[in-house]
């Protein structure tokens, strides 16, 4: 069983660019997440979305988008990068919208120069 | 505001029992969780308290006072694969998950 994939593994993107960070689940959970992690910061949370079509906004989600067309995908895109966006990005899953336990993927490492 | 508090880094000696606490300030409160992350991995779910007390696990066990805000992750028995990071989590009022830093745990020979 696959669980979660992200992709990339890793990126290196140039400031101003755009790009799409793509995370699918296979176990039909209703509810998916995004994280960014840094170093000496707990995990914050970027966008959610408790179901498909649904979607909400998180602890820090300035200048990043999301989608939710169906239960397995839900992609991450910052739209103009900056530098500040450098970080861990973790896609997470949980069978409902509520406090339940969440299955994370296995990370983008992206770095804006 | 929301807080989740747990210490930055210990160290424990293999095959020695350590206590890793977390102290939360969240709006409501709907469960307290805790992660392990190896460095360059993904968080992994090891216990969810909602209700006062002590849930054991196998070698892990974790406790929950909701009254003072305070849990703590017991782990026993440490091996070395134990060495990576905890992270505390509190669900606020939000049903969303606020997270502490982690605490980094260095397993000694």
């Known amino acids: 069983t696959a669980g979660i994939t992200q992709a990339p593994t890793s990126q290196i993107l140039a400031a101003g660019r755009s790009m799409t960070l793509r995370c699918t689940q296979d176990?039909?959970?209703?509810?998916m997440y995004w994280y960014r992690q840094d170093l000496g910061l707990g995990l914050r949370l970027i966008h959610y979305?408790?179901?498909?079509?649904?979607?909400g906004k998180g602890e820090v989600p300035d200048g990043y988008s999301v989608s939710r067309a169906n239960t397995d995908d839900f992609p991450l895109t910052l739209a103009s990068a900056v530098p500040s966006q450098t970080s861990v990005y973790f896609c997470?899953?949980?069978?409902?919208?509520?406090?339940?336990?969440?299955?994370f993927g296995p990370g983008t490492r992206l770095t804006v120069l | 505001g929301q807080n989740i508090d747990q210490p930055t880094e210990m160290t424990a000696t293999e095959g020695a029992i350590v206590q890793i606490n977390c102290t939360y300030q969240?709006?409501?409160?709907?469960?307290l969780f805790w992660y392990q992350q190896h460095a360059g991995e993904a968080p992994t779910f090891l216990s969810y308290?909602?209700l006062d007390g002590l849930e054991e696990k196998g070698r892990f066990s974790s406790f929950l006072s909701r009254s003072k805000g305070y849990s703590y992750l017991l782990l026993k028995e440490l091996q070395m694969k134990d060495s990576a990071s905890y992270l505390c989590?509190?669900?606020?009022?939000?049903?969303?998950?606020?997270w502490g830093a982690g605490t980094k745990l260095i397993i000694k020979p």
């Open positions: 969240t709006s409501g409160f709907n469960g």
């Open positions: 979305s408790n179901t498909a079509g649904t979607t």
């Open positions: 176990m039909r959970h209703n509810a």
């Open positions: 308290n909602v």
């Open positions: 989590a509190g669900g606020d009022s939000n049903y969303q998950l606020i």
């Open positions: 997470a899953s949980s069978d409902s919208g509520g406090v339940d336990e969440q299955f």
